[in-house]
Nanobody, 129 residues
Framework: QVQLVESGGGLVQAGGSLRLPCAAS????????MGWFRQAPGKEREFAAA????????YYADSVKGRFTISRDNAKNTVYLQMNSLKPEDTAVYYC??????????????????????WGQGTQVTVSS
């Protein structure tokens, strides 16, 4: 069992930046593939980014590629989402998620919410125009 706690959300102007940390409990953080998802009002939860257990592989949704960066610090049990050049359409609740399954990296798997066993409560990001 792992608990995930996101933070760092808030209100930012278009073009601004935010960094979202997600802290995980437990001693096996380095064995989890981690992902970030987001959910805007009235819309389904959608994939944003994923990172492999070692941090050596990453994958991004087209909508955030080149603007967002996912990273992790296994010593601190934390995964980050650095968001730059924010747009009003990035407004959403952002969730981090953990997949404990020890399978080979396959970016296609990690875009699916069903791939992840553990979820945080989310943090609100609002981008004003």
């Amino acid at each position: 069992q792992v608990q995930l706690v996101e933070s760092g959300g808030g209100l930012v102007q278009a073009g601004g930046s935010l960094r979202l940390p997600c802290a995980a409990s437990g001693r096996t953080f380095s064995s989890y593939t981690m992902g970030w998802f987001r959910q805007a009002p009235g819309k389904e939860r959608e994939f944003a980014a994923a990172i492999s257990r070692s941090g050596g592989s990453t994958y991004y949704a087209d909508s955030v590629k080149g603007r967002f960066t996912i990273s992790r610090d296994n010593a601190k049990n934390t995964v980050y989402l650095q968001m730059n050049s924010l747009k009003p359409e990035d407004t959403a609740v952002y969730y981090c998620a953990a997949d404990p399954k020890l399978i080979a990296w396959n970016s296609a798997y990690y875009t699916r919410t069903s791939q992840y066993d553990y979820w945080g409560q989310g943090t609100q990001v609002t981008v004003s125009s």
